[in-house]
């Protein structure tokens, strides 16, 4: 897989876990318990993804974790060789891993958001 690729992959993945990172921030300033579950955005590659993940924040949290973890809906762990693979297979959920250059992209986005 060639870098153009591999970045673009990354870079849509981290558009829906900034959108999840708000969710996490709302659902922490109302109230919400470690153990409640919040309805999450799937965080897959495809940019037309509407998938609701229901992850408790302690889950969320779990994957926000490692900066190359994203949490996808079951059956959208779309296998690119190269650039993903899976991490842990959960109820509802799956937490994939960007590797490689997407992995690098991930890791530096979430480096770069996390100091805004």
């Not at 999450?40 to 509407?50: A, H, L, N, T, Y």
């Not at 900066?67 to 959960?90: N, T």
């Not at 997407?102 to 770069?112: I, P, Q």
């Amino acid at each position: 897989m060639d870098d153009a690729t591999a970045e673009k992959i990354a870079r849509n993945n981290a558009l829906f876990r900034e959108a999840n990172d708000q969710i996490e921030s709302a659902a922490t300033e109302y109230g919400f318990e470690t153990d409640q579950h919040v309805p999450f955005i799937c965080e897959c590659s495809d940019r037309q993804c509407v998938e609701v993940i229901l992850m408790t924040l302690g889950e969320y949290g779990h994957v926000r974790s490692n900066p190359r973890w994203f949490a996808h809906a079951v059956d959208h762990e779309r296998r690119v060789e190269d650039a993903v693979a899976p991490v842990e297979d959960h109820s509802g959920y799956l937490v994939i891993e960007k590797i490689n250059h997407a992995g690098e992209v991930a890791r530096r986005l979430a480096t770069d958001t996390a100091s805004k």
